[in-house]
């Protein structure tokens, strides 16, 4: 079976060549572009010019530009899970676009596992640090039900206490899921969840962005199941 390739690429007004040297360096069969209302015009334009001379699927997401990374994690997902299936390797190219659209899709690549690169001063593909595999595949699903719970609590929770009250997991379980022990990270290790202590010993906490932006693609790719 050939094995096929999926790039996702931010767009905007300049650096539009960034994504055609992504193309010439790398296998791609499938082209998704990702930009605000304002480039939409402009990236379909440059989708059609692609598809005509490449003879491949493109299309064009949308984002809003004071929603940018929500937005981007919900496109990406939604790319992910419509098509990801089919394609054997898949690459974020973050060379166009703006430096806000490039932070989101970034964080959409850090979230789902994406391979990431940009563009040296050369216009040279320069690899980025993204982790192999996705948080969704480090985190267990009891760890990902309390960072449920605690969004849907609006985001923080006054004490572990109130946390065992409305999860349903006992204070010694939610102690090691949120806390951690030396053997595995809690979810204030991996940088989900920040914690303040209280008197007594009394803990609060709140979903980081990383939690929340976690949150919010576990969603999306529950619903598009």
Do not use: W
Request: hydrophobic share 40%; aromatic share 4%.
């Amino acid at each position: 079976m050939q094995s096929k390739t999926l790039h996702i690429a931010t767009f905007g007004d300049e650096g539009q060549e960034g994504i055609s040297s992504g193309i010439r360096n790398f296998p791609v069969h499938r082209l998704a572009l990702i930009c605000y209302s304002s480039d939409k015009q402009k990236a379909e334009e440059f989708a059609r010019r692609i598809a005509s001379v490449l003879g491949i699927r493109v299309t064009v997401s949308v984002v809003a530009r004071e929603n940018v990374i929500r937005d981007a994690m919900e496109r990406v997902a939604e790319i992910l899970n419509q098509e990801g299936k089919e394609f054997h390797q898949i690459l974020m190219n973050v060379s166009c676009g703006d430096k806000l659209m490039g932070c989101a899709a970034l964080s959409a690549a850090f979230v789902n596992g994406i391979k990431a690169f940009g563009m040296d001063e050369t216009g040279t593909p320069m690899l980025l640090p993204v982790l192999k595999l996705s948080y969704s595949e480090i985190i267990s699903e009891a760890k990902l039900r309390i960072l449920r719970t605690i969004n849907d609590n609006g985001g923080s929770i006054d004490s572990l206490e109130q946390l065992e009250q409305i999860s349903g997991y006992g204070k010694p379980l939610l102690s090691y899921h949120v806390m951690g022990s030396k053997e595995a990270k809690g979810l204030v290790d991996l940088g989900l969840l920040e914690v303040e202590k209280g008197d007594r010993g009394k803990i609060s906490a709140k979903l980081s962005t990383l939690g929340k932006l976690l949150v919010v693609n576990s969603s999306i790719a529950s619903t598009n199941v």
